[in-house]
């Protein structure tokens, strides 16, 4: 680069774009009804009060294809149950509106960043500046594994207060709150939101791994042979 600032301000747009990506790909693993499908068939996870095991998968399933945008709000929000009552209450049918604009805004956020990443990408390989690149992908993974470490130890130590907080960097005070007999708590009881998070955790460890080799392997051809 011609200036060590300008080095400096490439380094951090593509170190924020590879967390920004690196943070949001899980989703398409986890937010999706297999995932919710496995946790119910654990041994160990518990049953709800109010759904069978087969409507539970269900009900989980048609929440799930709401927020991937299979599945309508008006289709959610005429959910019934086994017994013919109506599944979601305004509250929670509201919670998920949220929860979808709340996706639909990360889903957006990382395609702008792959965008800038692929491009910024492209145009420093063209000028010589493999370095360049690598090294501010290796500073979004650096970025990356510090939020990893915070998470899992914000989540040991209390996973109460860690869900808390993240539901109010997201949403409205109260709006996420439920009962233990509301259709929400009885699909996705803290048991789910525990594994999840260990699981998305270990989902973003693995990409950044495997995004610090492709940088290996980027300035590997871009050194000049003998």
């Known amino acids: 680069m011609k200036t060590i600032a ?3 301000w490439v380094h951090l747009g ?4 590879t967390l920004v990506v690196v943070l949001t790909t899980p989703l398409y693993a986890f937010v999706r ?7 119910y068939q654990r041994r160990s996870f518990p049953s709800a009060d109010r ?10 399933s048609a929440l799930i294809d709401y927020l991937r945008h299979r599945v309508t709000y008006e289709e959610m929000a005429a ?9 979601m209450r305004p509250s929670e049918l509201s919670h998920m509106a949220d929860v979808r604009r709340v996706m639909d805004g990360l889903c957006r956020a990382q395609a702008i960043a792959l965008v800038l990443l692929v491009a910024g990408g492209v145009a420093l390989a063209c000028t010589g500046h493999h370095q360049v690149f690598s090294r501010g992908v290796r500073r979004g993974i650096e970025l990356t594994g510090a939020l990893c470490v915070v998470i899992l130890v914000a989540a040991t130590v209390d996973f109460d207060s860690f869900f808390t907080t993240f539901h109010q960097l997201f949403f409205r005070n109260g709006t996420w709150l439920f009962s233990w007999d509301d259709t929400l708590i009885q699909l996705y009881p803290l048991p789910f939101w525990i594994t999840a998070v260990i699981g998305y955790v270990v989902a973003m460890v693995i990409e950044a791994a495997l995004l610090w080799g492709v940088t290996l392997l980027v300035e590997r ?6």
């Open 79 to 87: 959910l019934r149950t086994d017994a013919g009552d109506i599944a």
């Open 14 to 17: 593509l170190a924020l774009c």
């Open 51 to 60: 759904f069978g095991a087969a409507e539970r998968t269900r009900l989980s």
């Open 221 to 226: 051809q871009a050194r000049p042979t003998v």
């Open 6 to 8: 300008g080095a400096r």
């Open 33 to 39: 009804p297999a995932f919710a499908e496995w946790q």
